[in-house]
């Protein structure tokens, strides 16, 4: 403070508008900068200050805000705010490099996290409508909304599997493009109700356009103006306009789909339901993020500047906390328990951004081509994740002749050992997996031709090897057209002869040579289905199940079932994840835990001892068994591929097990496939070597092009 002694001055375009009283009866004003159309508010004691600038001797401020009895901190006052209209380049140029050089600093994280493109101006239209729509705000109008939608909402919890499953229409490229459409149409909607309801208030539009936050469009409206609102009431009324109007939207759109017949307007009317009902719950009303949630949450506190306040706060605890300072003291006009609210609020939003911003990252790396993906990983895991936490790491630093050991401090540490000591001490000694039970090859024997069975060769419980004759079927239509064939055959044989002698006939000659190919291909094809009739068994076992309704002598159709064989080869089939594998060997031991359906008690508890017979190579693309995937209610995530196999959305080996030999099992497994898992011994491995094996491996696989 001791250098600072002139005052800079104010920029001479700033307006200055009376604001609304804080909770505690204080007073506060607005600064309104009318070339960034940006408004900042102030305090009592702020604008006393603001008010003597003219002054520009500091000497004189002080004697002056002594008479007004501004007295405590009242230096340190001064240069906060001295600070606080240069970073915000609120005074002339000349004095405003620090302003210009934070702004540039944090340019690129602007750019990256919102950019503005205006589109039009809208406040001539608005005011147009606004005689119009002025209705919908009556006080009647809005009760008949709310009562229509608490009654949609009733009907719809009462047909909310019908509902829901409406859902599942929309799984396809129409269905996405009528999402989005009505994605679209709902924020029009929304800025629509925003733009309303400010010019309600008499505050203008100046600016419709569209945000692209991280290259995601978002429309906005300008309701800046709405700060020079006295009233905090109207002010939130503004904020929430938006959320009002697609809720309307939202209850029109539900009472359509309960009352329309089934077609396209009620497909239209979900579609619009369903999107604005979860957008305005999951995004709107986030007041992490600087959507209508935020400034709803900011007018309901009556805290201007929300989060800039907050995170004031939220960071000067946590130094406090770490360097075992002394409490923090709560910002002017604020209480002990308004600032607690305050840092609470603030770490909550560091977690979440934390966690949104990296989400984003490695969805831009995965999802985006290759090189796209790895600059907008860089850039956002660079700019929004680790330059914050290492500038907050350096202020920490440049404090540490402040610190000293503490209750606070002492509990971080014990807890950052704590942490530390869990994530590198080898804990899992086990690997799990999701698994198929083979219990023994099932094979259901259907007739592959209509006929008349001669003889079927084995009865129930008969033990059958592999190639057996199992089945004799006569095929009496095939026969007829195969005898059909061969005197077809021998014509067309001797029409070929003949063109080959007769000169006349030649020029046929290679006609009828076709027809001959044609027909022996025919021939052929029923040879093969006649010797087929006759069944073989493909499997060496037992003969389980027979159909009861066919007998010797009599005709079976085409498709129909005669017989089941079993035998007792049993066998599991694991699909380890990749970052599993380095723990894991051959002839490891483990245990295959069935996914049972079934009430039965004692299957619930049955295990089966198993243990590793063969590890894959390499990882696998295509899942092979259909069972274990995600679409059938497996673990394994998959996406259904052009010809309808299962892809694996992430890097899976399969490994084989057998029974072990020293089980002990008791219980009998259903014969073919059952799903459920293995846990299998393993070397021991740390937190951090599994969570190294993730990342790396997600790099190496997704960083080709």
Do not use: C
């Amino acid at each position: 403070m001791a250098l600072l002694t002139e005052l800079p001055p104010l920029r001479e375009d700033l307006n200055l508008y009376q604001g609304p009283a804080l909770r505690d009866g204080s007073p506060t004003w607005t600064i309104h900068d009318p070339l960034r159309n940006l408004y900042f508010r102030i305090g009592w004691q702020e604008f006393e200050i603001i008010s003597n600038f003219h002054l520009r001797s500091l000497a004189s401020m002080l004697h002056k805000l002594q008479k007004i009895g501004m007295i405590d901190n009242i230096e340190e006052r001064i240069s906060d705010l001295v600070e606080f209209l240069k970073r915000n380049e609120l005074v002339e140029s000349d004095h405003s490099d620090n302003g210009e050089n934070v702004r540039k600093s944090n340019l690129g994280v602007q750019s990256l996290l919102f950019i503005k493109i205006p589109l039009f101006h809208p406040d001539r239209v608005l005011s147009s409508i606004y005689p119009v729509l002025s209705i919908l705000f009556h006080p009647f109008v809005i009760a008949g909304w709310v009562i229509a939608g608490i009654f949609s909402l009733l009907m719809v919890v009462q047909q909310w599997d019908n509902f829901f499953a409406t859902f599942t229409a929309f799984n396809n490229p129409t269905g996405v493009v009528s999402f989005i459409v009505a994605i679209l149409f709902g924020k029009i909607v929304h800025e629509m109700g925003h733009a309303l309801t400010a010019k309600h208030f008499g505050i203008q539009v100046p600016i419709f356009g569209v945000a692209l936050m991280f290259f995601w469009p978002l429309f906005y409206t300008d309701g800046s103006d709405g700060w020079k609102l006295k009233s905090g009431r109207s002010r939130l009324l503004i904020s929430g306009a938006g959320v009002m109007a697609e809720s309307m939207l939202a209850i029109v759109a539900t009472l359509a789909w309960l009352w329309l017949p089934d077609g396209m307007p009620r497909s239209i009317a979900f579609t619009v339901a369903a999107t604005t009902w979860i957008m305005t719950l999951m995004i709107n009303l986030n007041p992490f993020m600087r959507f209508d949630g935020y400034f709803i949450l900011s007018d309901l506190w009556e805290i201007p500047n929300l989060q800039q306040r907050a995170f004031h706060l939220g960071r000067e605890k946590l130094r406090a906390l770490l360097l075992g300072a002394d409490s923090i003291e709560p910002l002017s006009g604020e209480s002990r328990a308004q600032s607690s609210r305050l840092i609470v609020y603030a770490w909550l939003t560091w977690i979440y951004r934390l966690t949104l911003y990296i989400g984003i990252a490695f969805l831009a790396f995965t999802y985006l081509f290759k090189l796209l993906g790895i600059i907008l990983f860089i850039t956002e895991m660079s700019l929004l994740v680790a330059k914050p936490i290492i500038y907050e790491l350096r202020q920490i630093w440049s404090l540490r002749a402040e610190f000293k050991w503490v209750g606070s401090n002492k509990i971080i540490l014990s807890l950052v050992i704590v942490a530390i000591s869990l994530i590198i001490t080898p804990w899992k000694s086990s690997v799990d997996a999701p698994a198929i039970w083979r219990g023994g090859e099932l094979h259901r024997i259907y007739s592959v031709e209509r006929g008349k069975l001669i003889d079927l060769m084995v009865k129930l419980d008969s033990e059958i090897k592999s190639g057996d004759r199992i089945v004799l079927l006569d095929t009496p239509e095939l026969e007829y057209e195969q005898s059909r064939l061969l005197e077809q055959i021998a014509e067309q044989q001797s029409r070929v002869q003949s063109g080959r002698v007769d000169a006349r006939l030649r020029k046929e000659s290679r006609v009828e040579q076709q027809k001959l190919k044609r027909l022996n291909s025919r021939l052929k094809v029923v040879a093969e289905r006649i010797s087929l009739a006759d069944i073989s068994s493909p499997i060496s076992g037992k003969v389980i199940d027979i159909n009861s309704y066919i007998s010797e002598s009599e005709w079976v159709s085409k498709g129909e079932y005669i017989l089941s064989l079993a035998n007792q080869k049993k066998s599991v089939v694991a699909w380890f994840h990749e970052r599993d594998l380095a723990g894991l060997k051959i002839g490891a031991k483990g245990r295959f835990i069935p996914e049972y359906t079934t009430s039965s008690t004692s299957m619930k508890s049955s295990t089966v001892l198993v243990r590793v017979d063969k590890i894959a190579l390499n990882g696998s693309i295509l899942l092979d068994e259909p069972l274990l995937s995600s679409l059938n209610g497996g673990d394994l995530s998959v996406r259904m591929g052009s010809n309808g196999e299962h892809k694996l959305q992430e890097s899976y080996y399969r490994v084989e097990l057998t029974i072990d030999p020293d089980s002990k099992q008791s219980v009998q497994f259903p014969v073919g496939e059952l799903r459920g898992s293995v846990s299998v011994d393993a070397d021991s491995s740390t937190y951090i070597s599994r969570w190294w094996g993730t990342i790396s491996s997600l790099l190496i696989s997704e960083s080709g092009f």
